[in-house]
């Protein structure tokens, strides 16, 4: 069965850190491009950051910029989003999306569970 695992969510204090990780289970991450989406409690959903599946290029919205990082590994089985200088507004479920429309009306489009994500004092 092919899925995403999503890990390192927790609590954390303002001004902290913590790193997610979305590995790829039964399938490789080669092809896809990978976003992370948040979701705060009574908000939409929002996609926060990607990386193109080629060449690796990423996107950043300005709530994150210097602050977020992604990254994949080499074997491209596993994405990375490092979070760091937390704030309390980062607050929020956080969703890895892998994507790979190799033809116009094939599309894969792959979801992990979302770990909370909580910066609080």
């Known amino acids: 069965q092919l899925h995403l695992v999503e890990s390192g969510g927790g609590l954390v204090q303002p001004g902290g850190s913590l790193k997610l990780s979305c590995a790829a289970s039964?399938?490789?991450?080669?092809?896809?491009?990978i976003a992370w989406f948040r979701q705060a409690p009574g908000k939409e959903r929002e996609g926060i950051v990607l990386?193109?599946?080629?060449?690796?290029?990423?996107y950043y919205v300005d709530s994150v910029k210097g602050r977020f990082t992604i990254a994949r590994d080499n074997a491209k089985t596993t994405v990375y989003l490092q979070m760091n200088s937390l704030k309390p507004e980062d607050t929020a479920v956080y969703y890895c999306?892998?994507?790979?429309?190799?033809?116009?009306?094939?599309?894969?489009?792959?979801w992990g569970q979302g770990p909370q994500v909580t910066v609080s004092s």
């Open positions: 999306n892998a994507k790979w429309t190799p033809l116009r009306d094939l599309v894969y489009d792959y």
């Open positions: 039964g399938f490789s991450l080669n092809y896809y491009t």
């Open positions: 990386i193109n599946s080629g060449d690796s290029t990423t």
